[in-house]
């Protein structure tokens, strides 16, 4: 772990409920660790940074991101090695990331180094909720959102940040059937589809469920213009070896996630 700089406050829960979790048989986003991270923007400025026990939350009816869907989130993985270490796998790629989406949808940004220490000091933390079983790891769900009471239709003054982490297994355990998507569209070229916004994925909804009561687990999505050119699955960007030479669509036009293992892979 990381020397920390960011003052955050840390309530540590009284009785940890990890003896209730079934570490062999979890389910995706169905258990969560014993503490979160929360911060709010006030006045042009990221405060009240604390550590607390996982609980819900309060918020107004007139919230503006239930309204206007000012949201933004990322998702990475914490993982244990053969001596026991908790790793992480290229977080201030995470910290980018949310930074990018956070502009597009005019919200402000997180600094870096206080991304950084909460992601830290929350994994460090709740260490003990990283699995050690092959293909599990503790998946980590920072977010933002606009918490400012205001049924105005303007960007918020006020945000929480938040950051949630659950242990789980694999998002998938074998081959997935995949449908081409051909009529609706997840993205278009000058829209927020490079962004982890939560309203990409509330408009995947429907179109994947069509395609899971034809039988097929996730979609394969393509462009706006002809839907002749494939773009990205619903949760992953996707790779093609052809004559051994990898192929993946591009994301200079925006309409893709820039994948953190996308871009690993291409690297390498």
């Given at each position: ?27 995706f ?6 503490h ?28 503006a ?6 949201s ?80 105005g239709?303007?960007p ?47 408009a995947?909804?429907?179109p ?18 002809t ?42």
């Amino acid at each position: 772990m990381m020397d920390t700089i960011s003052n955050i406050q840390i309530e540590k829960v009284k009785t940890s409920k990890i003896q209730s979790v079934d570490f062999k048989n979890i389910q995706f986003g169905k258990q969560f660790s014993d503490h979160m991270f929360v911060a709010d923007y006030k006045n042009g400025e990221w405060k009240n940074l604390k550590i607390v026990p996982y609980a819900p939350i309060s918020i107004s009816p007139s919230c503006a991101a239930i309204h206007y869907g000012q949201s933004v989130f990322e998702g990475m993985k914490a993982y244990k090695d053969s001596d026991g270490n908790v790793l992480l796998f290229r977080p201030t790629e995470n910290a980018k990331r949310i930074n990018m989406s956070a502009k597009r949808m005019c919200m402000p940004e997180i600094p870096e180094t206080l991304f950084m220490d909460a992601i830290h000091q929350l994994v460090e933390l709740d260490a003990d909720w990283v699995p050690v079983a092959e293909d599990s790891s503790l998946y980590i769900r920072p977010f933002i959102f606009a918490s400012e009471e205001l049924l105005g239709v303007r960007p918020a003054e006020e945000y929480k940040f938040m950051i949630i982490t659950s242990p789980v297994s694999s998002y998938y355990t074998g081959p997935v059937d995949v449908k081409i998507e051909t009529h609706y569209t997840r993205a278009s070229e000058g829209g927020v589809g490079f962004a982890k916004a939560a309203g990409n994925y509330a408009a995947a909804l429907y179109p994947a469920k069509l395609g899971q009561d034809q039988g097929y687990k996730q979609l394969i999505w393509t462009d706006a213009n002809t839907h002749e050119y494939i773009e990205e699955s619903g949760t992953m960007n996707v790779m093609f070896l052809i004559n051994n030479v990898l192929i993946t669509p591009s994301i200079s036009l925006h309409t893709t996630l820039a994948g953190i293992t996308r871009d690993s892979i291409l690297t390498l």
